[in-house]
Nanobody
Framework: QVQLVESGGGLVQPGGSLRLSCAAAGSILSSYTIAWYRQAPGKERELVATISPDTTINYTDSVKGRFTISRDNAKNTVYLQMNSLKPEDTAAYYC?????????????????WGQGTQVTVSS
């Protein structure tokens, strides 16, 4: 497991951009598949994007073409560049170590959930 701290959220107008950071401590981040999740009030946590050690990337359909997940191994950090933000992107964003579990056709998070970073898109 890795220890992860999210940062970079804030208030932005529709169409604006933010870059979220997921910083790791206690392990080498490049050894793990890392995912960004988000959770809006009253809704369940939603997987947004994943990046594997070999930089295989997946996005949920609603963010394709707008969000970019990347990693900087030298800084032991995973980023989520969020462009063309929409009000429906408003949520608390979290990162976590994940593994694909073929039996359940889903990723499973393994690290302790942090506090996340709040993204609010509003005019």
């Amino acid at each position: 497991q890795v220890q992860l701290v999210e940062s970079g959220g804030g208030l932005v107008q529709p169409g604006g951009s933010l870059r979220l950071s997921c910083a790791a401590a206690g392990s080498i981040l490049s050894s793990y598949t890392i995912a960004w999740y988000r959770q809006a009030p009253g809704k369940e946590r939603e997987l947004v994007a994943t990046i594997s050690p070999d930089t295989t990337i997946n996005y949920t359909d609603s963010v394709k073409g707008r969000f970019t997940i990347s990693r900087d191994n030298a800084k032991n950090t995973v980023y989520l560049q969020m462009n063309s933000l929409k009000p429906e992107d408003t949520a608390a964003y979290y990162c976590n170590q994940v593994r694909w579990i073929a039996r359940i056709r889903d990723f499973v998070a393994y690290a302790t959930w942090g506090q996340g970073t709040q993204v609010t898109v509003s005019s």
